[in-house]
């Protein structure tokens, strides 16, 4: 998918398709996770007689699960060394932060500093406690570390 496509909006993705790339007909393939309204939306724009042009919108899941198989040297090196910052990161916030009383956004800023320090970018994490952890996104709930209460951390 064009980079940016989200910011743009569908319509401007079938122009930024045709004006930049000369595309004004094709398929556009989606992935099954991706959320309904935006293959239906761009099923919605897809054909425009005044623009000239004819997209139609598909599943791309057999495409991505192939794609994603296959692996250069470089980015498995890349991917090794995210998830050798990632257990380091880990390992500093659980001997660092995590102490009585520390908070749920307290240890997600000391994970995402030890993260960025460990030279990753665009890092966010997500940590909950308590019963927040039951949840997939927590709770509007702040709950305080507190000795054998569970914690969940997504780096």
């Not at 930049?20 to 935006?38: H, K, M, N, P």
């Not at 380091?88 to 932060?97: C, F, Q, S, W, Y």
Request: one cysteine or more.
């Amino acid at each position: 998918m064009y980079p940016g496509w989200a910011a743009r909006g569908r319509r401007q993705l079938l122009e930024t398709l045709q004006e930049d790339y000369g595309l004004s007909e094709g398929q556009i393939l989606v992935e099954a996770e991706t959320r309904f309204f935006i293959p239906d939306g761009l099923r919605a724009a897809g054909v425009n007689a005044e623009r000239n042009w004819s997209f139609t919108v598909a599943n791309g899941a057999p495409l991505m699960r192939t794609v994603r198989a296959i692996k250069e040297k470089g980015e498995i090196d890349l991917l090794r060394c995210a998830n050798e910052v990632t257990k380091a990161a880990i390992r500093l916030v659980a001997t660092n932060a995590l102490h009585e009383g520390a908070t749920e956004e307290e240890i997600a800023a000391a994970l995402d500093l030890a993260l960025t320090t460990g030279g990753l970018t665009n890092t966010w994490s997500l940590v909950l406690i308590d019963q927040n952890a039951a949840y997939p996104h927590g709770t509007a709930n702040t709950i305080p570390l507190k000795p054998g209460t569970p914690a969940r951390e997504e780096p």
